[in-house]
């Protein structure tokens, strides 16, 4: 049996004291998630077929993002750009899941991205998106909870 790394996928998750109608609107609204994550601001709702965009302070320049699956208010599929891809388009595939918990009032938000090639370029893609999803869920939980940008001033 062969142990060879091929490909390179990570997943994040966190748990956020909101319902999960309401966490995944402020993912899938490019007003609310330009408030927390999108610190250049995001273009269109995250809806197949929209012509969505990201931009971030810490990586200018405005990045497709093109979605293949919204299922409201559980699932979201997107794929964009990834430097070291392993997909034969240069793409990676991002996955959000949105799980009610703790009888409604709690939502398990899951993110997995893949694939990166099993390279020194690939890992470093991949862990460069991992710190990015874990910050993003973070700062989704102070912007769902609180009300807070946790990303204000952080990258410039």
């Known amino acids: 049996m062969s142990t060879e790394l091929t490909e390179l996928h990570f997943t994040v998750s966190g748990r956020i004291a909101r319902p999960v109608a309401e966490v995944y609107e402020a993912v899938a609204d490019p007003a609310q998630l330009s408030q927390y ?21 810490d990586f200018p320049g405005r990045f497709p993002v093109n979605v293949v699956e919204a299922d409201p208010p559980r699932r979201i ?19 959000f899941e949105f799980e009610p918990i703790d009888e409604g ?10 694939s990166w090639q099993a390279t020194a370029d690939g890992a470093k893609s991949a862990f460069g998106n991992c710190e990015g ?10 912007w769902v909870e609180h009300g807070i940008n946790l990303r204000e001033g952080f990258y410039r």
């Open 77 to 95: 599929v997107i794929r964009w750009e990834g430097i070291a891809a392993a997909s034969d388009d240069g793409m990676t595939t991002t996955t």
């Open 37 to 57: 994550f999108t610190t250049g601001g995001a273009r269109g709702r995250l809806e197949p077929g929209a012509e969505v965009t990201w931009d971030f302070a």
């Open 133 to 142: 999803w874990t910050g993003m869920l973070a700062a989704l939980k102070m």
């Open 105 to 114: 009032t709690r939502t398990l938000v899951t993110i997995t991205e893949s």
